[in-house]
């Protein structure tokens, strides 16, 4: 069975920082693998999904890169601000159909 | 934009009631899903639906069933609620499956049961 695990739990910048944060699993079969915000309370929203036979994903400020054959994925903040305070999780799939969801970083970013 | 709503935001029930959570999405998609949510557990699929009438287990199915009468609405139902049970519950759906598909979620349903 798929294990997906994120580190670090938690993580806490002043703003303007760049961050990495990491997305390792067991099973590099996957299909795809995406990276989602969700803010406390709330749903998931997706933010950037990497095909199996992607390297790497962009979308404004957030850059997402997968190595597959080690299991792992980044996703890289640029230039960070309060409002990217949130938990980031990363999901793979190894079939279109079941995802497996890392618990999560849990990022705050102080003003 | 794909909408996903789920039919409360807040739920407490009691032990041993009948709990009916729904979900309704307005893109035609094929897929949806059913995960709760847990401190330290990450989110967990409980079921999921790819066509009308069609339900394939997740990893957690015991205690829940689901109903999928029409494209749009997935139901999660617990038969007989219990504490275990209390959660956020999530909904999802994605087009069809396919390897550039994403997941679409609703805000979620937190259920409390006494």
């Known amino acids: 069975k798929q294990e997906v695990t994120q580190i670090p739990a938690a993580l806490s910048v002043p703003e303007g920082e760049n961050l990495v944060l990491n997305c390792s699993f067991t099973?590099?079969?996957?299909?795809?693998l995406q990276w989602f915000r969700q803010d406390p309370g709330k749903g998931l929203t997706s933010l950037l999904l990497?095909?199996?036979?992607?390297r790497e994903q962009t979308s404004g400020r957030l850059n997402a890169s997968l190595d597959k054959s080690s299991g792992r994925s980044t996703l890289y903040i640029a230039a960070s601000q309060p409002g990217d305070s949130a938990t980031y999780l990363c999901?793979?799939?190894?079939?279109?159909?079941?995802?497996?969801f890392g618990t999560g970083t849990s990022l705050t970013v102080i003003p | 934009d794909v909408k996903v709503t789920q039919s409360s935001r807040y739920l407490v029930k009691r032990t041993g009631e009948k709990v009916f959570l729904e979900c309704v999405q307005d893109?035609?998609?094929?897929?949806m899903f059913w995960y709760r949510q847990d401190p330290g557990l990450g989110l967990r699929l409980i079921y999921f639906?790819?066509?009308?009438?069609?339900?394939e287990k997740g990893d957690i199915p015991e205690g829940y069933s689901v109903s999928r009468e029409k494209k749009e609405r997935f139901s999660l139902i617990l038969e007989s609620a219990s504490t275990n049970q209390t959660s956020m519950y999530l909904c999802?759906?994605?087009?069809?499956?396919?390897?550039?598909?994403?997941?679409?979620f609703g805000p979620g349903t937190r259920l409390t049961v006494l």
């Open positions: 099973d590099s079969a996957i299909y795809n």
């Open positions: 999901a793979v799939t190894n079939t279109g159909n079941q995802f497996y």
């Open positions: 999802a759906s994605s087009l069809d499956g396919g390897v550039g598909d994403t997941q679409y």
């Open positions: 893109m035609d998609h094929e897929n």
């Open positions: 990497i095909q199996s036979s992607q």
């Open positions: 639906s790819y066509d009308v009438k069609m339900k």
